[in-house]
């Protein structure tokens, strides 16, 4: 019973991203240039569904915000040494989910 329960505990994942921790996480790091999911620095690379499928390498799926977010890409900065692993996993959800459900809800 052991191996089994064990077996299931790897196939899940490690961490649940918090979307309404991302939001907070999101307003404090990101919004001085991704108000609104806009872009003030590349005004045609926005947080909207559209430019995300056109522009964010690797797709739009929170493991490709997760890269950009750790690592920077041209004007952005680098996240990486500033927030946590979990903060970073928790405003990629946000992002994701507020491109699907629009960024002015």
Not at 40 to 58: F, R, S
Not at 81 to 88: A, F, P, Q, V
């Amino acid at each position: 019973a052991v191996s089994g329960a064990l077996a299931f505990g790897i196939a899940a994942p490690a961490f649940a991203a918090d979307v309404g921790a991302g939001e907070q996480v999101f307003n404090a790091n990101c919004a001085a240039c991704h108000a609104g999911g806009q872009n003030v620095i590349m005004p045609e690379k926005t947080l909207e569904k559209a430019a995300l499928d056109q522009y964010l390498a690797g797709g739009r799926k929170e493991s490709s915000v997760i890269t950009q977010v750790t690592n920077g890409k041209n004007a952005m900065p680098a996240f990486g040494g500033r927030l946590s692993d979990d903060d970073i996993a928790n405003v990629a959800a946000y992002v994701i989910a507020t491109s699907e459900s629009g960024w002015d809800e």
